[in-house]
C-alpha cells in the first residue's frame, strides 16, 4: 500500500511542527501505548529522575517500537539550560544537551528549532524520540528520564514518557496502524494577534484490502495541556476527557462508524484553554478478508514512511494490487475515459486553449505580521490563487477591490496544475469601519475556466485606529525670549497609584537667583492607567497648588483604542505664574474625586517649569512645547514599526543667529521611558540609551541636553522613536514634554529693537572731582560701542554706572567736555561716579545638595514570571531597593490586579505573601527582594495576565 501523510500549517503565532506518520504497517497483535504523566510530583529547577516500568503483553512479538519523552525547560523563548539522560531497558539512548533558545514564528521564529535528528523544541518543551524495536521485550520495560540544569533558571520537570510498541502475537487477527508524530502547539496568541484561530489536523491513509470487513477501529492521541482540546474525526465529533498528569493527558476512541477503509481520515483538533499541544496520533484498523484462513505467513509486511527505514524491503505497494497502477476504468493507455483520440483532451478540439480551473482560495489581511489592519497605515494584503486543473494555466489577473473600487491589477505568468500562489497588494484605507474585500481572478485569452463560481472571494475587514502610532506631536505652547533663564523640576514626585478618595501630594523647592522676576510658571501633571475596573476611563481629580484649587489650562490625552489594556494617559497643564513668587518651596496635591470603588488612575510624576527674567542672565530664546502621544513597538502593538511609532516635535518661528549663539538646551519628557533602544533625534543628531530611567522609568527626563552643534537657524526638530520589537521587545512610551532654550552671547539676539527716538544727552559730565583708584586709566579714547538697547528718551547722565558689557548704541556721538587727564581709559566693571571712589566687589559662589526626606528607586521595573502552572511556584526574580533619601524608611507593597487575579493570588514577596511584606532600609542604603509567583493547584485561570506592583514607602 501507498503510505502518506497531509501537513497543515501550524499556530502561525508561536509555531509548531504538525503531526505527521512516523510509521505504519500491519499485525497480528496490536499497537500498545501507555505513559508517564508528570510535572506536578516533580520539583523545579532541581535534578529530577523518573522512572517508568510498561507492561508489553507477554506473547508479543515486537514489530516496531518508539520512546518518547517531554522535559520543560522553564520559558516559551528564553535560553534556560540543561541536560536530559534517557534511559531504556538498562541501556543508555542518548544524553541531551538542551540549550537552544526559542524565537515565537510570528517574531521570526522558524515555527520550531530541531537541536539534532531525534531532539527538537517547540515553544519551552523539548521532545526526544528514539527507535527502541531492537530493546522492547515481552513483559515488563523500564525507562529512566533524568533531568539536572545547567543554569539556575532551567526548570527540568519531565512532563510526559510514552512507549509505542507494534506487535504481533501469533494469532490470526489482522490490524492495519499508523503512528503519526509531532509537536504541534495552539495558543490564545494566534486568535488574539493575528485574529486566526487555528485548528489543527493530521491525516491517516488506510488502505484497507478490497473486499474486507472492519470489525474494530481505535484512534488514540497523547497531549500535552492542562485542559484536553475539542476533537472531531472524520468530521464527527469526540468526546473530550481530563488530562491525567498536571499539563498532559490522552484520549482513546472507538472510531469504528467513522472510519473510511482507504483513504484520508483526518483527526481535528482544537485548544479550549489558553495553550495546547498534540504530540502524538495512533490509528488501528482490524479487519478480515475472505483469504482469512489461508495458510500465510501471519505478519503481513511491514511499511516505514519515516526517512526509509532499513526495515522497509517494500516498494510501497500492498500485495493486493495486481494491475500495474492502471485503473480499470481506463479503455485505451493514458487517455482520459472522455477522449476520443490520443492525448487530446475533448474540449481541446478547435484551439490551443488549455483547460484550467482557477480559484481564489484566501484573502488574509496584516500589518508587519499582525492579523490587523490599520487606518492611514499601509497594510498587506495576501491574496491566494490556486489551479484545480486538469492542465497548467496560461497567463492571468488578479484584481483587488476595497468597497467595490479597483485598488490594483496584478500579471500572473501562468500556475501549474494543483499549484498555488500567493499575491501580495497593498492597502492603505482611510476610515476606521468594516471595509469589504474582493479579490478576482481574470483568466487569460489562453484559458479555458468552465467554473467560474470560484474565480472571486469576498473578505469583511475591521479596520480600526491604532492608537500607538506616533500621531499626536507635541504642540509649542509658549515661544518667546527672556533675559534670564529656565527651571524645570520634578521635585520629589514619584509613581504612585490614586485609587478612589486618595490624595497624592509632591513638593518643589524652588531656589531663583536674588532679584529674578517670574515672567511664565507652568505645572504639568502626568497621569496615566486611569480605570474604572478593567474599562479604561479620563480621571476624575482635583488640584490644589499652593494653596489654590486649579483646573487645567490644556488637558492632552491618548489611548490605544483597541484590544486589551486599553486605558488612557495623559497630561494636564496648569498656569500658577501668579502663584510663583520666587524661591521657595511649593506643594501639589491631587485627589481622585471618583466615588467608584473601582477606579482608579496612576500619576507618573508632576514638573514645574518656571521662565524667569534675571538682570545678570543672558537673552534667551526658548521654546515649550507640551502634549501626550502614546506610541509602542511591542509585539501585543499590532505590527507597528520605529517609523510608526516616532512623536515629532516642531520648533518652529523667529530665526535663531546662530553666530551669536552661546549655547543650546534640550529638555524632553518622556512618561514611562526607560528603554535604552530608545531613539532621541534633533535634526541631524540621533542617539540612543538617553531615557535610562533617569529620574525613573515612569518619568524618565533628558535634562538641558547641549544641542548647540546640531542647530539650524529656522525649523529645528527634535524626534523620539520607540525601538524595534526585536531591541528587547520593543517599548510602550508617553512622550509628554519639550523645551528647547537657546542662549546668547553678550549683547542681543537680532530681534533686539532700538528705537529711532533714543537720546544719548551729550552734558554727561565725568566731574573733575572723580576719583580713579590706582592703576586705573582714564583716557580721551573712551569708546561708546553701537550694540546696546537704549530705551526711549534714556539720559546717561552724572552718577550713571557703566558696567561690564554696557555699551551705548548706534552711530551716537558723545562729546565729552569733562577735564580728563589724556590716554586714560575707564576700564570694564569701573565705577565713576560724582564724589566716590571705585571699589572691588567680590562674590562667594554657594552650592548645597538637598537629598529628600523620603525617596525609594526599585529596579527592574517590570517581572516576567514566563509560563507558570498552579500548584508549581515559578523561579524567583530579584528586585532592587534603594533608599536615596536622608531617614530610614520602611517599605510596603500593593498589587494593582484584575478580580482573582493570578498576581494578586499568589505574589510572593520575600516567601510572604505581598500583602504581609514590610522591609526597613537605612538612609541611602540598597536591599534587594526576591519576588515569585506561586498559583494555588486549585487556581482556575489561564493565560496571560498583566498587573502592577506598588511598592510605597514611609518614615520608618
Known sequence: MVLSSGVCSADNYVGGIPLTSAHSGTVSGGVYCDSYYGMGDQEAKASNTIEKTFTVPDNANVEWAMLLTNVYCGHMQNNYQGKAKVDFNGKNLGTETLNVPYTYSYNGGNGHVQVNDHVNRVTSDYMMYYDVTGLVKAGKNTAVVKTDPLDSSFDGRIRLVTLVVA?????????????????????????????????GSTAFQAALPEGSSLTDSKLTLVYQASSDGAYAFNGNAL???????????????????SLKSSGTNTLTYDRTASFYKNVLGILTAEYTTSSSGDSTDDTPADNTTDNGSAGDTTDDISSDNTTNDTSSDNTTSDVPAGNTTNDTPADNTTDAKSSADLGVQAIKVSHNSAAKAWKNLVNTVNVTVINNGPEKAGSFALELYSEGFLLESKPINGLANGATEAVEFVWKPEDAKNYTLRAVVVPGSTINDANATNNELSKTQEVMHNGYIGDKPLETYLHGTVKGNIIYDYGNSSYVKVSSGDVYTAAHSLSLP???IVKYARLYNFWTWSATGSSGVIPSMSLDFAGSSLTPEAEYADQKGWG??????????YNVTGLVSGSGNYITTVKNTNSDAENSFCIDGIALLVVYEDASGKETQYWINEGCDAVSTMSSSGGLTPDEATVKIAFEGDSIDLGNVDNARLWTTVQSGGHEGIALKFNEMSISGVYDSTPSSNLDIDEARD?????????????????????????????????????????????????????VTNDTNVTDDTNVTDGTNVTDDTNVTDD???????????????????????????????????????????????????????????????????????????????????????????????NNGGISIKVTAEVHDQENGPFATGLLLDQNIWSNYSKVLAAESAETSQAQLDLPLNYSSTGQFQGTLSLWAEAA
Do not use: C
Not at 468526546?239 to 476512541?253: E, I, K, L, V, Y
Not at 486589551?564 to 497643564?573: C, F, I, L, N, V
Open 167 to 199: 506487535y504481533n502475537d501469533g494469532s490470526k487477527k489482522t490490524i492495519w496502524y499508523q503512528v503519526n508524530r509531532g509537536h504541534d502547539a495552539d495558543s490564545y496568541y494566534s486568535d488574539d494577534e493575528m485574529n486566526e484561530n487555528y485548528i
Open 239 to 257: 468526546s473530550s476527557g481530563t488530562p491525567q498528569g498536571t499539563f498532559s493527558g490522552s484520549n482513546t476512541w472507538d472510531v469504528k462508524d
Open 514 to 516: 536674588e532679584g529674578a
Open 564 to 573: 486589551q489594556y486599553d486605558y488612557p494617559t495623559g497630561t494636564w497643564a
Open 707 to 759: 544641542v548647540t552643534s546640531y542647530l539650524l537657524s529656522q525649523n529645528n526638530e527634535a524626534q523620539i522613536i520607540a525601538p524595534s520589537v526585536t531591541d528587547n521587545s520593543g517599548d510602550y512610551m508617553i512622550p509628554s514634554s519639550a523645551i528647547l532654550a537657546v542662549s546668547y552671547k553678550s549683547g542681543t539676539t537680532d530681534d533686539t529693537n532700538v528705537t529711532d527716538d533714543t537720546n
Open 788 to 882: 546696546t538697547n537704549v530705551t526711549n528718551d534714556t539720559n546717561v547722565t552724572d552718577g550713571t554706572n557703566v558696567t561690564d558689557g554696557t555699551n551705548v548704541t548706534i552711530d551716537t556721538n558723545v562729546t565729552i567736555d569733562t577735564n580728563v587727564t589724556i590716554d586714560t581709559n575707564v576700564t570694564d566693571n569701573t565705577n565713576v561716579t560724582d564724589d566716590r571712589n571705585m571699589k572691588d566687589d567680590t562674590n562667594v559662589t554657594l552650592k548645597v545638595n538637598i537629598i529628600p526626606v523620603i525617596s525609594l528607586t526599585v529596579s527592574p521595573d517590570s517581572l516576567d514570571f514566563g509560563t507558570v502552572s498552579p500548584g508549581t511556584p515559578s523561579e524567583s526574580l530579584p528586585l532592587a531597593l534603594k
